[in-house]
């Protein structure tokens, strides 16, 4: 029997190297993921992509910000950049999707949605900045852009450089979910949810607004894979495996988790604020949430992972 699993692309795991950033580079590396998931799918399972933009929409906000800076041109609001990736990676994994299906033989496409999600404008985290996006610093590069603007808010991530954060309030309602339930019970293979969705405020009028911030996708497509009633949630990110004790000497891979395990393990800290962290509060949102089962692994393991030979599983 076919099965339905929403799969989450990590933003980062689109940049496989810190000196290959070019959009041709990150085609390169959608297209390897597409060949990866299309596998997935031989192996019975229809799947809705959806995908991260922490460090696209912070390139693409830094952008702007420099044409202020140089030529007096107009910024564009964090809420625009997030709307700018979800057609631009949107549309890289669409063609590259649609590509792999024709090199297969497949009767099957892919289509992009540009999605909305509900946010509360009280939430706290627009008070908290916490959505690592754009480039990694090093700790003097970022000293250096802390005094070149003190409105930015800078921290380490993972021990992988400084980044800049930004509002990450949480998600509550997909505005576009039974148009992408319905076309995936038409047979289309579903990209949305782009970003964690386009944040958006429900009005007195009930008319909707964008507000500036971007929502973490993985807690977005955990809501996703909870409201169209998913069978599993796959996070595909830049490790095969989550670990315990990640980097250090005893670090130790999980192969099979229970729900309660799991959050032993975060009451433990072993997963990093701003990278794993949300990947397993989403996880075990879903399955609190009556999923029956999640995996995190890289994109080149996506078909050994599903075949159960490798990743993270977790299951009630
Ligand atoms: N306990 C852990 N196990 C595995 N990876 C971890 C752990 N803690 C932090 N990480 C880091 O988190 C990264 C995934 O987060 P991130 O790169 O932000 O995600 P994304 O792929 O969604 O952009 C991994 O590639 C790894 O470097
Ligand atoms: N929006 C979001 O969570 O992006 P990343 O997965 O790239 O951090």
Redesign the pocket.
């Known amino acids: 029997m076919t099965k339905l699993a929403v799969i989450a692309i ?4 689109l940049i496989r190297d810190n000196t290959r950033q070019t959009v041709e580079d990150q085609y390169d590396a959608v297209c390897e993921t597409a060949k990866h998931i299309v596998g997935m799918m031989e192996q019975g399972y229809e799947v809705i992509i959806t995908h ?1 933009n ?1 460090p696209q929409v912070g390139f693409i906000l830094r952008r702007s910000e420099i044409a202020n800076e140089v030529a007096g041109m107009h910024f564009v609001p964090l809420v625009a950049c997030g709307a700018d990736t979800q057609g631009a990676i949107g549309y890289q994994i669409q063609q590259a999707m649609d590509n792999e299906f024709k090199k297969r033989g497949m009767d099957k496409s892919a289509i992009t949605l540009v999605t909305q999600v509900v946010v509360d404008a009280n939430d706290p985290a627009f008070q908290k900045p916490t959505k ?1 996006i754009g480039s990694f610093y090093t700790q003097e590069q970022s000293e250096k852009i802390q005094k070149e603007h003190p409105d930015w808010v800078m921290v380490s ?2 021990g ?1 450089g400084y980044r800049r954060v930004v509002a990450s309030p949480l998600p509550l309602e997909i505005v576009e979910k039974d148009v992408i339930h319905k076309l995936v019970r038409e047979g289309y293979c579903m990209i949305a949810v782009g970003g964690g969705g386009i944040p958006v405020i429900r009005q007195e009028d009930g008319c909707f607004k964008g507000v500036d911030a971007v929502i973490d ?2 807690f977005a497509a955990s809501l996703l894979a909870t409201q169209i009633l998913a069978d599993e949630l796959i996070i595909s ?3 095969p ?4 004790n ?1 980097g250090k000497p005893e670090e130790k891979a999980l192969d099979r988790v229970t729900l309660a395990e799991l959050k032993e393990y975060v009451k433990e800290n ?3 604020p ?3 962290l949300p ?1 397993i509060q989403a996880v075990i949102k879903f399955l609190e949430n009556g999923g029956s089962k999640a995996i995190i692994t890289n994109p080149e393991s996506l078909e050994e992972a599903v075949a159960g030979k490798t990743g993270t599983h977790v299951q009630l």
């Open positions: 990590g933003g980062n795991s991260g922490g690592p991530d993972s992988r996708k993985d990110t830049g490790v495996k989550v670990y315990l990640y072993h997963f990093a701003g990278s794993m990947k």
